[in-house]
């Protein structure tokens, strides 16, 4: 488990589901489970809402499952 920045799936201020956010980190061969928003203290993991539209930040990070190579 790592935090990776949001411009390996997004582009700045891109509006996407959270659900969209997941599919292109399985073409990275990750796994997306939270974020922290740039402006938050804590990750939320799991978000209960995938389909619905957030803008995103390239301040923003993304907890991912990915290997170590």
Do not use: H
């Amino acid at each position: 488990m790592c935090i990776k920045p949001a411009e390996f799936y997004l582009l700045d201020q891109e509006e996407l589901w959270f659900y969209e956010i997941t599919i292109r980190s399985r073409r990275r061969r990750e796994i997306v489970i939270g974020y922290r928003l740039a402006n938050s203290e804590c990750a939320v993991i799991n978000p209960p809402r995938k389909l619905e539209p957030g803008k995103w930040s390239l301040d923003d990070v993304f907890v991912v499952i990915a290997s170590g190579s």
